[in-house]
T-cell receptor
Framework: KAGVTQTPRYLIKTRGQQVTLSCSPI?????VSWYQQTPGQGLQFLFEYFSETQRNKGNFPGRFSGRQFSNSRSEMNVSTLELGDSALYLCASSLAGVSDTQYFGPGTRLTVL | KNEVEQSPQNLTAQEGEFITINCSYSVGISALHWLQQHPGGGIVSLFMLSSGKKKHGRLIATINIQEKHSSLHITASHPRDSAVYIC??????????FGQGTRLTINP
């Protein structure tokens, strides 16, 4: 089976812009979770989707949003980018949720200038 | 205080040594994950535990639910084991809370 893929792998944006990141899960996986990793805060949970429904959201401002499509592919969007949004954004897929083994994508490295 | 604490934060050892990384958490959990992250960012899931002990090759993970503590052991360590090891817990609901990671360096 193909692994989890994320596009794009690298992205440079300027403050105030918006960005959309994409995650394609392993075939058959219905849960997709998103995480932000920064040197200062480490890994932090953004949100989890299952069958097109957001089941939980982490402690992030409303500028961070996401969605999941019927084929389980997921996107996350960050609007009005701030310098502090520079991070590695990772998604992970699993069969049923975060109590299952998580399969991580390679991440999208976002730089905000 | 963080919900998930790992120790040590950094660990340097010689090839062949037995390695232990600890994870303590302060909340009730449904599951605990041990993850490995190599330079470049890729994360691999090593174990998912809800009780007891699991073994995969040279890696062993244990969890004590009553004491809210888990350990990851590496036997016969090798330079290719050099990575950041991250503990993550599922405190109910669909979310993960992460430890700060343990940076392991194995010297030949």
């Amino acid at each position: 089976k193909a692994g989890v893929t994320q596009t794009p792998r690298y992205l440079i944006k300027t403050r105030g812009q918006q960005v959309t990141l994409s995650c394609s899960p392993i075939s058959g996986h219905r849960s997709v979770s998103w995480y932000q990793q920064t040197p200062g805060q480490g890994l932090q949970f953004l949100f989890e989707y299952f069958s097109e429904t957001q089941r939980n959201k982490g402690n992030f401002p409303g500028r961070f949003s996401g969605r999941q499509f019927s084929n389980s592919r997921s996107e996350m969007n960050v609007s009005t980018l701030e310098l502090g949004d520079s991070a590695l954004y990772l998604c992970a897929s699993s069969l049923a949720g975060v109590s299952d083994t998580q399969y991580f994508g390679p991440g999208t490295r976002l730089t905000v200038l | 205080k963080n919900e998930v604490e790992q120790s040590p934060q950094n660990l340097t050892a010689q090839e062949g040594e037995f390695i232990t990384i600890n994870c303590s958490y302060s909340v009730g959990i449904s599951a605990l994950h041990w993850l490995q992250q190599h330079p470049g960012g890729g994360i691999v899931s090593l174990f998912m535990l809800s009780s007891g002990k699991k073994k995969h090759g040279r890696l062993i993970a244990t969890i004590n639910i009553q004491e809210k503590h888990s350990s990851l052991h590496i036997t016969a360590s090798h330079p290719r084991d050099s990575a950041v090891y991250i503990c993550a817990v599922n405190p109910g609901a669909q979310k993960l809370v992460f430890g700060q990671g343990t940076r392991l360096t194995i010297n030949p």
